[in-house]
């Protein structure tokens, strides 16, 4: 222990903050998310502004479903660097979640104006047509989203919800059965399931979509809360 904290001692600032980095990202990858929330607190004491401890703090939030916090931390770092993807199309989710289309709009566009051909940039607006009701727009986009990641939640929740709209909701669990055979995962499209099934009625059946989902994701207590 003497050693350890010697050696501590001698570490330049620069050694310290890799070192702390390099060990919150490695505890984050174990799921040990309160060491993690540590040692990336220890590098923003020597560099305050730093994206890459706040990104692995907004990682952490994320998580523990901790969403006003991830939201907090993602936008201190736009702020900082509003040329980070990554943290704009976190953001733009965040705000759609929230109903605060037109934000979510905004942050997209600022993303899709450097990188066109993102797909999950243009899914996300894809999902921002689908919330006001372009849904013409909404569908076309979250096709050539899929054209170029066809493993693209956000495209294949806008066309089963394009489905569910129309009121067919046998196509849109197709959509969802299909996407989920690809990745059984995919936790959105689990829910957006649930739902679907409730429309038609199939009560055992969501049952079992809820037992298949905790089993999919067994860590995460929210599914376990929603079942119950």
């Known amino acids: 222990a003497a050693t350890a904290i010697a050696a501590a001692a001698c570490a330049s600032p620069e050694e310290r903050y890799e070192r702390y980095v390099k060990s919150g990202a490695e505890y984050l990858e ?3 998310l309160g060491l993690a929330n540590v040692q990336y607190l220890n590098a923003l004491k020597l560099r305050n502004e730093d ?3 706040l990104t692995g703090l ?3 939030a994320e998580k523990r479903a901790n ?4 939201f907090g931390i ?3 770092i736009y702020k900082i660097d509003p040329s980070n993807v990554r943290a704009t199309l976190d953001l733009t989710k965040l705000y759609l979640l929230s109903g605060d289309a037109a934000k ?3 942050l997209v566009d600022e993303v899709l104006a450097k990188q066109p051909e993102n797909s999950e940039a243009i899914a996300l607006k894809s999902a921002v047509m689908f919330r006001v009701q372009n849904i013409a727009e909404a569908t076309e986009l979250a096709k050539k989203a899929l054209a170029i990641d066809p493993a693209s939640q956000e495209a294949v929740a806008v066309l089963a919800g394009e489905r569910v709209q129309a009121k067919d909701y046998d196509a849109a669990l197709a959509i969802l059965d299909e996407a989920l ?3 059984s995962k995919a936790a959105v499209l689990h829910i957006l399931r649930v739902q679907v099934l409730g429309n038609l009625g199939r009560t055992d059946d969501i049952d079992a979509a809820y037992r298949r ?11 376990r809360r929603l079942y119950a």
Not at 67 to 70: C, D, K, L, S, T
Not at 213 to 223: G, H
């Open 104 to 106: 979510a709009m905004t």
């Open 58 to 60: 907004a990682r952490i």
């Open 213 to 223: 989902l905790i089993a999919e994701i067994p860590d995460n207590a929210e599914y």
């Open 30 to 32: 174990q799921g040990k």
């Open 51 to 53: 994206v890459a401890a």
């Open 74 to 76: 993602l936008q201190q």
């Open 67 to 70: 969403y006003e916090q991830m």
């Open 181 to 183: 055979g690809h990745d």
